[in-house]
């Protein structure tokens, strides 16, 4: 069974910086994670949600949203078997609950689609 769980987040000062962690598990016929996209998705209060940054680990490429771009950056750690979005430069507006989702629904199927439970991200001073 795919799980994800992430953490990392917490009450930082503008300008500061913050790593989330996405732990998977449950992926073993999937070395590295091949064929997964991973997205970080973030929803601030009466907000919709809204993609943050993404991972394609067929294409080996990233995106991000023109909000974080220069500031954020996602990569994957296939030791610890974590999706991290790395966050600098924190702004008041970067307050959310932040979301980690694998998307494998090209390579395995419409039901390789899984999400996590969300981290809280409040930038305050």
């Known amino acids: 069974q795919v799980q994800l769980m992430e953490s990392g987040g917490g009450l930082v000062q503008p300008g500061g910086s913050l790593r989330l962690s996405c732990q998977v598990s449950g992926f073993g016929g999937s070395p590295n994670f091949r064929g997964y996209i991973f997205t970080w998705y973030r929803q601030a209060s009466e907000k919709e949600r809204e993609m943050v940054a993404e991972?394609?680990?067929?294409?080996?490429?990233?995106s991000y949203a023109d909000s974080v771009k220069g500031r954020f950056t996602i990569d994957k750690d296939n030791i610890l078997k974590t999706i991290n979005l790395w966050m600098n430069s924190l702004k008041p507006e970067d307050t959310a609950v932040y979301y980690c989702?694998?998307?494998?629904?090209?390579?395995?199927?419409?039901?390789?689609?899984?999400w996590g439970q969300g981290t809280q991200v409040t930038v305050s001073s």
């Open positions: 991972l394609n680990t067929a294409r080996n490429s990233a």
């Open positions: 989702k694998a998307d494998g629904t090209m390579w395995y199927g419409p039901d390789a689609e899984y």
